[in-house]
């Protein structure tokens, strides 16, 4: 053999894989995907893989730019080091994949730009579970006798990674199902053999074209919201639409994909999958659609019903603040215009 | 550099908009600033709608090649089909047209010129950006059927029927009361001519019962309405009349032997009684009685038939069905009227608690030679007759805790009620009225002849009725506690009689009936037309038309009016055998659409339908109106609007913000705009 279907004379195709702000849950699901794991290792060299492997980023720096075939990026853009990453492995990366919820729309962590940088430490270093007698907090530069200390500098308005760098695919989920990585891992490997063609650049891959009602087994009726309840609250029928029971399932709006399992274990769907094709902020679409069949026409009522949902903005936003139209609160987007 | 040719055309609307916005400023502008997003042309001029502004667009289209044209002027909702016809005139598919107003929206709005030509630039951009994305649409085209349905069988239903069966084709008159004739049955006189109602409106009843071309279906309600303009089924529950159609003459023996008695609260207006088994009134048109299953003996206790026993030809039929009838039409009149207002919702005028306090229906009755007192206006009793009375306007109309709009006919009502009066007792007859509305033909001469009689005329807003006499010469009758404002004092007038010129109010199910036929109605609830000015009686929904008071209050000569106007525009339909509908539609993209069930109900015109085996919904293009009510619903994006999509939204808003200029020139343009 001469060369590979990459075109890469001296070996196989790399890959990397890159943590940026995320819970580690994405690269988990990688290694979930079981002997599929061995495609990859027969397929690809891993090049970058911290949570695998040893590398560090002077490697990555040290690198040709676009030697990289594959890069799966999980996380946002929550501070600078995350930032420097986007970017070099941008550089180094023909295809760069959104991955997992925090990539592409900014997931939980996304959520605290609804507070300022101040209210984020302090709820992380100070508070009755934080023992910190001296307040200490972050800095991005401490003089220690030894010399300066430096660590990532906290942004204040966390962003999702293709608001720092072009991103090629998208592959929602927190974190992604194994079977859709699979199956991605292998149109990729077909792909570099020539077998498949990969979709068009911008695309949501290891996702389905509709929502997640579409695979759900609840039975549902025509749409009539009369109230909101908490799961624990209420008395679920397990056959019927959890919507219909009060129950806010965020199944309506969010890509499909996942096989339903959190609807069909009983839970709400939290709408992990993100956004269905075609819409751009996914928390609106959400409210409007649960909007539309309030069952009254009483605007005292319908308050009243509206009152009984609990945390709105974290309920329909909860895993695309970051990424919606909005994107952050005021005091957020205040500060990171005087960054800017 | 955009592949387009577009062309802009820049309204003055004489002084309309050009006395605010700098036009020619606002040409300019287009035609350099907007040259690279593919406008090759930009003009003002002082009437694009003329002949000469809508051939200069066909001109242009031909001669300079335009793929896309942007007028800005005056609202769409306004010129919107002018200009497409224009640009279609010229060769041009018309949906590649945008019309952006600049007068509703910038010159109406706006005193300060600068800015307004700054924000009608905006504008112009705006419209630029989205007609970019707009794609050629062709009418959907339908058949239609030939047959109408008729509901409501008053004054407006019977003129509409009428007209549409003489000119020969099939009409079905779905009334839900035993006979048809509406309000107007109830009434003895009418003003202003005082010609007798029943004189004027039998004639036409029987005319309907024996048309050729009618199917009369009373005691009969539609319950389901499905299909769109050309093409409706309507199912229609034909209720037990429990006697054989085929059989009765209509001699009324049963009605004369009948046990049971019960107040009539519809036809009498609660003020005479008739049977258990029933014609309304004796000129009921069809004359075959129905049997009231809730108040008849039989039906109670399963003993009686005394009908059964005595009506000669054995027309009665206790064991009779509800028929459900299935109906094929092409278009829909709507003239189900109205309902008098409950005058007990305003409990200082008394009525139901203070015995000779009446409301106008029951008035009628009383001087209607066949109502319960044989036409004698006659207090409660039912023998004496009263020595004054006074008529009190506006109940329950005008009223901001009631109905804020004005019932239209109360006015002439009370003149008439107050020329009978005078007429046929004599009596001292007061008016209570705020303002004398008496607008129409005849009606003010009408106004002078009853000053001429003597009536007393009171202006102010009636504050009380009440039997509590306080001053000699109250006792034993009613006081009306007034403030005369033309007098300028509180008023105290005893009276033995009150009539309440109770207001019109929508029906009591008039919202149902709203969404049965997929139309909507104001927040009152009379049904909404297509424009108030120029297309009274045309509905949002294709197909569906509205005549009569359904509409609003109005006179009969209005409603007979509109019950004609309604079949011409029907007839003209079809005449031309098909009609061309507006290719704005929404559509389901069935891949996407999860089957979630949201959209399902939210839809005014009921073009949605969900396909419970595959799991999806979908839009009957003929019903859809393009509201886009379920596309903004749908949380999976399934759901697309042509003319509405969000690129084309997008991309005007972004048009809009000036980010189709370059960078540079936008934040330029934007400080300048904010200094103006
Ligand atoms: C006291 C009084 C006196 C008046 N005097 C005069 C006068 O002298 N001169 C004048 O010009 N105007 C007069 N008017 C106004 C007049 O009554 C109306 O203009 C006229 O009756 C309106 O006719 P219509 O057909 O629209 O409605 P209606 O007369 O109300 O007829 C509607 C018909 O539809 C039927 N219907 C209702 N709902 C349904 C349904 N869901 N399905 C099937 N059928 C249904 C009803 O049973 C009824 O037969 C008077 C009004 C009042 C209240
Ligand atoms: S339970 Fe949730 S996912 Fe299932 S049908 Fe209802 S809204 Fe959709
Ligand atoms: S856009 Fe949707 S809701 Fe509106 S008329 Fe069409 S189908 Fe009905
Ligand atoms: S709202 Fe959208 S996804 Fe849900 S049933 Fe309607 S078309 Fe389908």
Redesign the interface.
Known sequence: MTSNPDGNPNGKPKFAMCWAASCGGCEIAVLNIHEKILDVDQNFEVVFWPVAMDAKYKDVEAMPDGSITLTLFNGSIRNDENEHMAHLLRRKSKILVAFGSCACEGCIPGLANFSTTQEIFDAAYAGISTDNPNGIRPQSAWDAPEGTLHLPKFYPVLKTLDQVVPVDYYMPGCPPESHQIGAVIDLVIQALHGEATLPPPGAVIGAG??????ECPRA?????ITHFARIQDALIDPAL?L?EQGVLCN???TR?GCTALCPKAGAACVGCYGP?????DYGA??M??VA??IDSTDPAEINRILDSLPDPAGAFYRFNLAGSLLRAGKAAWAADRVKA | MSKERIGVYVCHCGTNIAGVVDVEEVAQWAAGRLKDRGVVIARDYKFMCSSLGQEMIAKDIHELGLTRVVVAACSPHLHEQTFRTACKRGGLNPYLCELVSIREQVSWVHTNKIAATYKAEAVVSGGVERVLQQVPLEPLHVPIHPATLVVGGGIAGIQAALEIADAGYHVYLVEREPSIGGHMAQFDKTFPTLDCAACILTPKMVSIGTHPNVTMLTWSEVERVDGYVGNFTVTVRKKARYVNTELCTGCGICQEKCPKKVVDDIFEAGLGYRKAVYTPFPQAVPKFPVIDRDNCIYYEKGTCRACEKLCPTGAIEFNQKDEILTLQVGNIVLATGYDLFDPRRNPHYGYGRLANVFTSLEFERLSNAAGPTDGKLVLRDGITEPRTVGIIHCVGSRDRYFNNYCSAICCMQSLKFAHLLKEHTGATVYNFYIDMRTPAKAYDEFYQRVLSEGVLFVRGRVAEVTDAARLRGEEGKLIIQVEDTLAGKQRRIPVDMVVLAAGLQPRHDAKDVAKLFGISCSSDGWLTERHPKLDPVATMTEGIFIAGCVQGPKDIPASVAQGAAASARILGRIHQGEIALEPIRASVDA????????????CPFNAIT?HADR?VTEINPALCQGCG?CV???????ISGTMFS?EQI?AQIEGLLLLNLNPERAVTYASEAVAA
């Open positions: 074209q509709s929502t997640v009602c579409d549902r009726n025509v749409k009539k639409c919507l199944g309506i709006a499909s269905a094709e075609g819409v751009l679409r959400l409007t659609a539309s069949v | 891949d996407k659409c999860s089957g979630c069930r949201i959209c399902n109900d939210l969900f799991m009510t903004a619903a749908c949380p999976a994006a399934a969000n997008l």
